[in-house]
């Protein structure tokens, strides 16, 4: 469990971390494979939401994804991309966050990914948490502790 005085310095509003769904990049499940790897191509990420057509969030799709798709035994085929729509090579199996967010789970699952989804109780995409967010919050915290607040013990305690 993290300590409240570090959760107070590092992110005194959790909501505040969130990367709202009206500006993160996303395919729907109706998109060719086609489609998806423009987009994700366009808007640089590794990897996307895929959502449905009342934009509940659905899976997650990653360029390697499509890429293992153009590949045949001796060269890119990028017109295979026509062949499939998104959810046939789309991953459903991901963590998502739901409200209230709990820091201690943001940390933990953000180690082995670069966002996580955040949805209300019927899967409606709200928006993102990013890795780079939190990480942002640490390079400030680390650069301007000193500025704001004095550590009055210096050496680990001792159990």
């Known amino acids: 469990m993290i300590s409240q005085p570090i959760k107070t310095l590092l992110v005194p509003d959790i909501s505040d971390l969130m990367i709202p769904a009206s500006r ?15 987009v994700l191509t366009k808007v640089g990420y590794s990897k996307i939401v895929v959502l449905d057509q009342h ?20 060269r890119i085929a990028p017109e295979n991309l026509l062949k499939f729509s998104v959810t046939s090579v789309m991953e459903t199996d991901f963590k998502v966050l739901t409200q209230p967010i709990d820091l201690d789970s943001v940390l933990h699952d953000l180690v082995d990914a670069a966002f996580l989804p955040v949805v209300s109780n019927d899967r409606h995409f709200e928006g993102i948490i990013t890795r780079r967010e939190i990480l942002k919050r640490l390079n400030y915290l680390g650069h301007h502790f000193d500025d704001f607040y004095t550590a009055s013990q210096c050496a680990p305690l001792k159990k």
């Open 24 to 38: 993160v990049a996303n395919v729907m499940t109706t998109n060719d494979g086609y489609h998806a790897f423009l």
């Open 55 to 74: 934009e509940r969030i659905q899976g997650l799709l990653s360029l390697q994804m499509l890429t293992e798709k153009m590949l045949t035994t001796d």
